[in-house]
């Protein structure tokens, strides 16, 4: 109980510190934490790699990965890869949102729509979108296409669910004021309904990029020739662990740096229209 109070306090303390403080803090722990990050990773790799007969996988210790990634800085191969990857990242999104936000919020708008849709959404959820693979392999002739299916397929549902959420957790008493004053359904979908679940719709676009950022690296395996999922399939052909490895870290970086900027754009709205 002690330790629960004292996490408590210190949670309050952090919630009522100023901007500049938040930032020291997030800046100090996030150091402390990639420094256990560096050491994990020196040991494991020191003790898998380093036995005999495994020699030839020392790419994979933290120093030959760091330098092959600087190296990959300069390679313009590299950032065209990036670029390629992105793109596919953007455009499967995009398509997975401009389905998923008006579902999302026609779902959690109508209840009985919901009900209706409820299981079998849930159903096709649980398919991996790994898994629609031979399928849309069959229904595209190009490989850009086929990936562009799959990452909708994998983001589609964060979207809708969070979304249908969001329009769930409105203040009802804003809708009844709406109402009164005469309102339609798509006045108050447009005006009071959306504007209140954009908190929600970028929570939903973030888990979007997690899962696409997953699944980016196996679909990318799919006879194209550029892509980061690219890069680390050739590295592995040609036996060269420490160019994977930094493409692995570079995946993480891009992704960090997707992912803290919806953060940051999420902070710009904290509305206070749901209950």
Do not use: C
């Not at 999104?93 to 209706?116: E, H, N």
């Not at 983001?155 to 409105?170: D, L, Q």
């Amino acid at each position: 109980m002690q330790i629960v109070r004292h996490l408590q306090k210190h949670t309050k303390s952090y919630e009522k510190s100023g901007p500049e403080k938040k930032l020291v803090h997030s800046l100090f722990y996030g150091l402390v934490g990639m420094t256990f990050f560096l050491i994990i990773w020196v040991v494991v790799g020191y003790f898998v790699f380093r036995r005999p007969g495994y020699e030839q996988f020392s790419g994979f210790m933290p120093l030959p990965a760091v330098n092959a990634l600087f190296g990959l800085l300069f390679e313009k191969e590299f950032w065209v890869s990036v670029v390629a990857s992105l793109r596919r990242i953007g455009v499967g999104i995009l398509i997975a949102f401009l389905f998923g936000l008006p579902t999302g919020l026609l779902i959690g708008f109508y209840w009985k729509l919901r009900m209706i849709t409820n299981t079998p959404f849930q159903f096709i959820r649980m398919i991996s979108p790994l898994s629609w693979m031979p399928i849309a392999l069959l229904l595209f002739n190009e490989f850009e296409s086929a990936i562009y299916f799959l990452i909708t397929m994998a983001t589609v549902w964060p979207i809708i669910m969070n979304t249908s959420f969001g329009v769930s957790r409105v203040n009802p008493h804003w809708i009844k004021m709406a109402l009164n004053q005469g309102a339609t359904n798509r006045q108050l979908i447009l005006h009071i309904v959306l504007p209140a679940s954009i908190p929600y719709i970028l929570t939903s676009l973030r888990l979007a990029l997690g899962v696409a950022w997953i699944v980016l690296v196996p679909v990318e395996f799919l006879g194209i020739s550029s892509g980061l999922g690219y890069i680390i399939n050739d590295a592995r052909d040609t036996l060269e662990y420490d160019r994977l490895m930094a493409v692995v870290l570079a995946i993480g970086i891009v992704g960090f740096l997707l992912d803290a900027t919806i953060r940051q754009i999420r902070q710009l709205f904290r509305w206070t229209w749901v209950s």
